[in-house]
């Protein structure tokens, strides 16, 4: 398989040369499919109406199209039913939906009191059920990681017992490319009677997802890490949970009943969640992205796979370079520090050489405490990357290090003795 097979479907990259822009950003957000843009795009210039509300013929087959778009993820991460598929603003829309919904609910009060979170969680996994615990008096537990940032599974599951309500981790790792190992975790939850919250945001675009045989509680994902549109999401919860739980936020077309006589009464799950008019272009868009993920789902881990394994190798070969996270187990995204060199430095010389990628700590601030380091670079790749790119990153990442690595050393020429 060529490097290059993909490339011709994102029109930001179709008339750039790799030598003019570069981009190692794909875990920040993705870049856009044609066929992503396109439907939006024609959602707003030709097919323009709300959904589930007027009945004239526009609406009716922006609706059918919209309702298509929840089975096409349902179909995706292999849930049993739509009704279990919640359009969300995005993961940490999701997320907060989620904490702020199993407060309310009474899904909480047979439980234990503790929330389990990774240390490498995303803040979005993170703020929220602190705020959770603060408002419900709950208490959050944290899953330690060993000294490159990667889960500790054994202390991680003793720490699942009678005590836990709810245990929240990202299948995969932003800051890291970790891949948790969510299954026994999931398991261990189960025995134990608590809630298991899956982040897929950082999974889905770069491995098969089946929330069945994984058998979460829910799971989140981003459409624009994806190849889709930003401000699109999706929560999947198993329906018996998601009928158990109150509304989030209130208002048209998650109603039943409204009257000024009675208090309102509200639809079944995903309407119950979806108030006011969503992100129909969004939905629409989301749609046609994952339908390129799933008919080249085995192309693109092979071609990543293949990206990732050279990204490896020149990272290695420059003996400066510190790898961060578990190479062995990771999706095709490295971070790294540099010895003796300034990160945030580091990428601002990169972006010079038309390479964009990010520095810092990756909203996963307890992590970085944790491994008691100021950031790190993150290369993360994607299906549209190619060999001639890490060819020039190599280049620029060691003439970089080189002109970094003499400003660091220049003071102390100057101050030796004669
Ligand atoms: N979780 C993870 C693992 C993420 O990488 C991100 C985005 N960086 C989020 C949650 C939040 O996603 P969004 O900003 O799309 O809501």
Same mark, same amino acid.
């Given at each position: 398989?060529?490097?290059?097979?993909?490339?011709?479907?994102?029109?930001?990259?179709?008339?750039?040369?790799?030598?003019?822009?570069?981009?190692?950003?794909?875990?920040?957000?993705?870049?856009?499919?044609?066929?992503?843009?396109?439907?939006?795009?024609?959602?707003?210039?030709?097919?323009?109406?709300?959904?589930?509300?007027?009945?004239?013929?526009?609406?009716?087959?922006?609706?059918?199209?919209?309702?298509?778009?929840?089975?096409?993820?349902?179909?995706?991460?292999?849930?049993?039913?739509?009704?279990?598929?919640?359009?969300?603003?995005?993961?940490?829309?999701?997320?907060?939906?989620?904490?702020?919904?199993?407060?309310?609910?009474?899904?909480?009060?047979?439980?234990?009191?503790?929330?389990?979170?990774?240390?490498?969680?995303?803040?979005?996994?993170?703020?929220?059920?602190?705020?959770?615990?603060?408002?419900?008096? %709950?208490?959050?537990?944290?899953?330690?990681?060993?000294?490159? /940032? #990667? &889960?500790? =599974?054994?202390? *991680?599951?003793?720490? +699942?017992?009678?005590?836990?309500?709810?245990?929240?981790?990202?299948?995969?790792?932003?800051?890291?490319?970790?891949?948790?190992?969510?299954?026994?975790?999931?398991?261990?939850?189960?025995?134990?009677?608590?809630?298991?919250?899956?982040?897929?945001?950082?999974?889905?675009?770069?491995?098969?997802?089946?929330?069945?045989?994984?058998?979460?509680?829910?799971?989140?994902?981003?459409?624009?890490?994806?190849?889709?549109?930003?401000?699109?999401?999706?929560?999947?919860?198993?329906?018996?949970?998601?009928?158990?739980?109150?509304?989030?936020?209130?208002?048209?077309?998650?109603?039943?009943?409204?009257?000024?006589?009675?208090?309102?009464?509200?639809?079944?799950?995903? %309407?119950?969640?979806?108030?006011?008019?969503?992100?129909?272009? /969004? #939905? &629409?868009? =989301?749609?046609? *992205?994952?339908?390129? +993920?799933?008919?080249?789902?085995?192309?693109?881990?092979?071609?990543?796979?293949?990206?990732?394994?050279?990204?490896?190798?020149?990272?290695?070969?420059?003996?400066?370079?510190?790898?961060?996270?578990?190479?062995?187990?990771?999706?095709?995204?490295?971070?790294?520090?540099?010895?003796?060199?300034?990160?945030?430095?580091?990428?601002?010389?990169?972006?010079?050489?038309?390479?964009?990628?990010?520095?810092?700590?990756?909203?996963?601030?307890?992590?970085?405490?944790?491994?008691?380091?100021?950031?790190?670079?993150?290369?993360?790749?994607?299906?549209?990357?190619?060999?001639?790119?890490?060819?020039?990153?190599?280049?620029?990442?060691?003439?970089?290090?080189?002109? %970094?690595?003499?400003?660091?050393?220049?003071?102390?020429?100057?101050?030796?003795?004669?």
């Amino acid at each position: 398989m060529s490097a290059t097979t993909f490339r011709h479907l994102f029109p930001i990259l179709v008339d750039r040369q790799p030598e003019q822009y570069i981009y190692f950003d794909s875990a920040a957000t993705s870049l856009k499919l044609a066929s992503v843009i396109h439907t939006t795009q024609d959602y707003y210039q030709s097919n323009t109406s709300n959904v589930h509300r007027s009945s004239h013929k526009v609406a009716q087959h922006v609706t059918e199209q919209f309702e298509q778009a929840r089975r096409v993820v349902q179909q995706f991460i292999n849930a049993k039913n739509q009704r279990e598929v919640i359009w969300t603003q995005g993961a940490t829309d999701s997320l907060n939906l989620l904490a702020q919904c199993l407060g309310r609910s009474s899904l909480l009060d047979a439980r234990g009191t503790e929330i389990l979170i990774a240390a490498t969680e995303h803040h979005s996994n993170i703020v929220p059920w602190q705020e959770l615990a603060r408002q419900y008096n %709950l208490v959050i537990k944290v899953m330690p990681v060993d000294a490159n /940032g #990667v &889960l500790k =599974l054994h202390d *991680a599951l003793q720490l +699942i017992s009678k005590h836990t309500a709810i245990v929240a981790i990202g299948h995969v790792s932003n800051a890291l490319g970790n891949i948790n190992p969510v299954q026994a975790i999931i398991q261990r939850a189960k025995a134990h009677g608590a809630i298991s919250v899956i982040d897929g945001t950082q999974a889905v675009a770069h491995m098969p997802v089946d929330v069945v045989a994984l058998d979460c509680d829910f799971y989140v994902f981003s459409g624009h890490k994806i190849y889709g549109p930003t401000g699109i999401g999706v929560l999947y919860g198993k329906l018996p949970l998601l009928e158990a739980l109150p509304p989030y936020r209130l208002g048209g077309e998650m109603v039943k009943t409204v009257s000024f006589k009675q208090a309102a009464t509200f639809q079944p799950s995903p %309407l119950k969640f979806e108030a006011g008019t969503p992100n129909i272009a /969004g #939905v &629409l868009g =989301l749609a046609e *992205a994952i339908k390129f +993920i799933e008919s080249n789902m085995h192309e693109i881990m092979a071609l990543e796979q293949t990206l990732y394994l050279q990204l490896l190798q020149l990272l290695e070969n420059i003996p400066e370079v510190t790898l961060w996270g578990d190479k062995a187990n990771s999706i095709s995204l490295q971070s790294f520090t540099v010895k003796g060199v300034n990160v945030y430095d580091l990428a601002l010389l990169l972006d010079s050489h038309n390479i964009a990628l990010r520095v810092g700590h990756h909203c996963a601030m307890p992590l970085f405490n944790e491994l008691a380091i100021d950031g790190v670079l993150r290369v993360s790749l994607s299906c549209y990357n190619n060999e001639q790119e890490l060819a020039l990153f190599d280049i620029a990442l060691r003439d970089s290090i080189a002109t %970094l690595s003499q400003q660091v050393v220049e003071p102390d020429v100057r101050h030796k003795p004669s």
